[in-house]
């Protein structure tokens, strides 16, 4: 049987890099994987639904705020369907089919015109025929003609090359797409109603406090030493933010990460606990994103620290 020179490009090109385990389609089981390796907890009620959604050939929809886990829950049941790393698509307005099914390398075409030789096939073709998943992060930042391009993709489980003259078909069950979505980013447009009928939408919200407090301890090194009491300040103060009327609110993700910043100053200073004024210290520069929610954010921080900067 002669060898598909596509399928060669594609497997020179990525396989090293998407590496192959086992695949896990167990959600109690994918559960403790989840949060054994990859140090995220998430609920056997989404593992299950996803996992459905995959087995009816639907793709899925995580919509929430940002630092929610939408992108790195993705990505983790991606590879764990599949036994292989997803490709990560992160949208924007001039993606378009050439961009990620493939084109071609313009000297060789001229040379040797449009065929297989000179077609680069890209990472929305690579998954397919690498039988690996595909996160499109923030789907809202896309047209909506690529949003139905790549609804076409998943619903037939195939793509066309016109220039090829080719149809390339999924090569098992591996290949599934997960979307994501911030409904209240400024930079996007609507998604719409054939969209959103064909896509399972999973909601993501900022976890209860017990939970938030146990995603701390699994995602945060034991030294220097965080205080629970210093743990319990910082989880008053991004739940208190999040309650404001501000630009961008703190997610789990800037907590896990106003935590490892304030080891890290910590660290340097060569202490072995975690001090008020190291978390102070990383505080400005983990929880706020835009100017105008500086001060909101300083005086939030004092108040539930009861610290002044002498």
Same mark, same amino acid.
């Given at each position: ?83 292989? /790393?997803?490709?990560?698509? %992160? ?7 050439? $961009? &990620?099914?493939? +084109?071609?390398? @313009?000297? =060789? ?93 999973? /909601?993501?919200?900022?976890? %209860? ?7 701390? $301890? &699994?995602?945060? +090194?034991?030294? @220097?030493? =965080? ?84």
């Amino acid at each position: 049987m002669k060898a598909d020179p596509i399928y060669e490009k594609v497997v020179e090109t990525y396989k090293d890099v998407l590496g192959s385990r086992e695949p896990i389609r167990n959600p109690i089981l994918a559960v403790k994987v989840l949060e054994r390796e990859f140090k995220l907890l998430v609920s056997e009620r989404v593992v299950t639904l996803v996992y459905a959604a995959f087995m009816n050939g639907r793709p899925v929809l995580f919509e929430g705020p940002p630092g929610t886990g939408k992108t790195e829950i993705g990505e983790a049941l991606l590879e764990l369907w599949a036994g292989k /790393k997803p490709f990560v698509l %992160p949208c924007s307005e001039n993606y378009d089919e050439y $961009k &990620v099914i493939g +084109d071609f390398h @313009p000297l =060789i075409a001229m040379n040797k015109g449009f065929n297989e030789e000179s077609f680069i096939p890209r990472t929305l073709l690579a998954a397919l025929l690498l039988d690996t998943g595909v996160l499109v992060d923030e789907i809202r930042r896309s047209s909506e003609e690529f949003q139905n391009m790549l609804l076409d993709i998943v619903d037939k489980r195939r793509i066309i090359v016109p220039e090829l003259k080719r149809v390339f078909r999924a090569r098992g069950p591996g290949f599934q797409v997960i979307f994501t979505s911030n409904p209240e980013d400024i930079a996007q447009n609507e998604l719409s109603d054939a969209f959103l009928r064909r896509v399972v939408r999973v /909601k993501f919200t900022y976890p %209860p406090r017990e939970v938030e407090a146990r995603i701390l $301890k &699994v995602r945060v +090194d034991g030294r @220097p030493q =965080i205080p629970s009491g210093l743990r319990d300040l910082m989880l008053e103060t991004v739940n208190r933010l999040r309650r404001m009327s501000l630009s961008h609110k703190p997610g789990t993700a800037e907590l896990v990460l106003w935590a490892k910043m304030s080891q890290s100053i910590a660290s340097l200073k060569g202490a072995s606990v975690v001090s008020v004024s190291d978390a102070i210290e990383a505080a400005s520069s983990v929880l706020v994103k835009r100017f105008e929610d500086e001060e909101v954010v300083e005086k939030v921080v004092k108040e539930v620290f009861g610290f002044e900067e002498s």
